[in-house]
C-alpha cells in the first residue's frame, strides 16, 4: 500500500487543522492505519491509530479529547482531526499503515510527512 499525507500548514495555538492520507492499493480495508509526528530534535511518536473496520481507535495521551482519527474504506482515506492546537503539536505528522492488528506496533508502510506549525 503506498500512503499520501496532506493538510498541514501553519495555525494559531487553539485552532484546527484536518490531516488527510490517501492510501492506494488493494486490500486497505485489512490494513491497520495511524499518524506519527516528528518534531524537531525529538523521535518520532505514536499519535494515533484506527482498526481496519474504524471501530477501536488508540491515542496517545497528550491528544486524548483534542485529536479524531477516522477512515472512509471506500475512499481510501484515513483523517486526523486536530483541534485546539497547542505550539507543542508542531512537527511534522506521518501516515503509517499496518496489516496487523497491534495499533502500537511496527508500521511497514509509510507517506511522506506534512508539515504542522502552531505558531501565533
Known amino acids: 500500500v503506498q500512503l499520501q499525507a496532506s493538510g498541514g500548514g501553519l495555525v494559531q495555538p487553539g485552532g484546527s487543522l484536518r490531516l488527510s492520507c490517501a492510501a492506494s492499493?488493494?486490500?486497505?480495508?485489512?490494513?491497520?492505519a495511524a499518524w506519527f509526528r516528528q518534531a524537531p530534535g525529538k523521535e518520532r511518536e505514536f499519535v494515533a491509530a484506527?482498526?481496519?473496520?474504524?471501530?477501536?481507535?488508540d491515542y496517545t495521551d497528550s491528544v486524548k479529547g483534542r485529536f479524531t482519527i477516522s477512515r472512509d474504506n471506500a475512499k481510501k482515506m484515513v483523517y486526523l482531526q486536530m483541534n485546539s492546537l497547542k505550539l507543542d503539536d508542531t512537527a511534522v505528522y506521518y501516515c503509517?499503515?499496518?496489516?496487523?492488528?497491534?495499533?502500537?506496533?511496527?508500521?511497514?508502510?509509510w507517506g511522506q510527512g506534512t508539515l504542522v506549525t502552531v505558531s501565533s
Open positions: 492499493g488493494k486490500s486497505f480495508t485489512s490494513y491497520t
Open positions: 484506527i482498526r481496519q473496520n474504524g471501530g477501536i481507535t
Open positions: 503509517a499503515a499496518q496489516s496487523g492488528w497491534n495499533m502500537r506496533g511496527a508500521y511497514g508502510y
